[in-house]
């Protein structure tokens, strides 16, 4: 079965300290990666995506998030956060043939000013 | 452009009533999804549709959930009866490629 997993529930950091947010997925085949973020009381919002090509992929707001196919990873990256980074980060997976998305528990970011 | 529009945004009510969750896909997607979220079990899929009809309805957690898609830029999901259980937020998201469009969700309590 997919699954998505997502290492840490909660971090806290320090404004421009360098963030790395773990996502590991479980599935046999082709696949599309996702990060989604949920800023307070809001709705989900893409932040990048991976479906081919270069695994470092760039997204909004200055993350990125690098593919490692052989471990199964898709973690994000922000050399620098800021306090209005604050929100939950979740990793999302479906495959490149369907449209059923998996996402994990997600993490929680609360950036300290 | 509107993105997907959800109604209500908040929704109390006792428990055995029925409740009734409201979508509006952004126009031109073809899937939309309904999902639950809670602090225990987090971003669940309950059921999706592509074109209108039911593709994967595995997550609906019993019968007491319904969903439909009469038409293209519409959607329901409902509960009844209602359990407290049931208190989550709702999103529905919507989409025509692979990421997916999400609306604000309701926020349901049920008492």
């Known amino acids: 079965a997919q699954s998505v997993s997502q290492h840490n529930h909660h971090v806290i950091l320090s404004e421009a300290a360098s963030l790395e947010l773990g996502c590991n997925y479980s599935?046999?085949?082709?696949?599309?990666l996702f990060w989604y973020v949920q800023y307070p009381g809001q709705h989900l919002q893409l932040l990048l995506k991976?479906?081919?090509?270069?695994?470092l992929v760039k997204g909004i707001k200055g993350f990125e998030a690098e593919f490692i196919k052989s471990k199964f990873s898709f973690n994000l990256r922000k050399p620098s956060v800021q306090w209005s980074d604050t929100a939950e980060y979740f990793c999302?997976?479906?495959?490149?043939?369907?449209?059923?998305?998996?996402f994990g528990a997600g993490t929680r970011l609360f950036v300290k000013a | 452009d509107a993105g997907v529009i959800q109604s209500p945004r908040h929704e109390v009510t006792e428990m055995g009533q029925e409740v009734t969750l409201r979508c509006k896909p952004i126009?031109?997607?073809?899937?939309l999804f309904w999902y639950r979220q809670t602090m225990m079990r987090g971003l669940e899929l309950l059921i999706y549709?592509?074109?209108?009809?039911?593709?994967?309805d595995s997550g609906m957690p019993e019968d007491r959930f319904s969903a439909k898609m009469p038409n293209a830029s519409f959607s329901t999901l409902k509960i009844q009866p209602s359990e407290p259980r049931d208190s989550a937020v709702y999103f529905c998201?919507?989409?025509?490629?692979?990421?997916?469009?999400f609306g604000d969700g309701t926020r349901l309590s049920i008492l």
């Open positions: 999302a997976v479906n495959s490149a043939g369907g449209f059923k998305t998996i």
């Open positions: 599935y046999g085949g082709t696949v599309n």
């Open positions: 126009s031109g997607h073809d899937y």
């Open positions: 998201a919507s989409s025509l490629g692979k990421s997916q469009h």
């Open positions: 991976y479906f081919s090509g270069d695994p």
């Open positions: 549709f592509n074109n209108n009809v039911p593709i994967d």
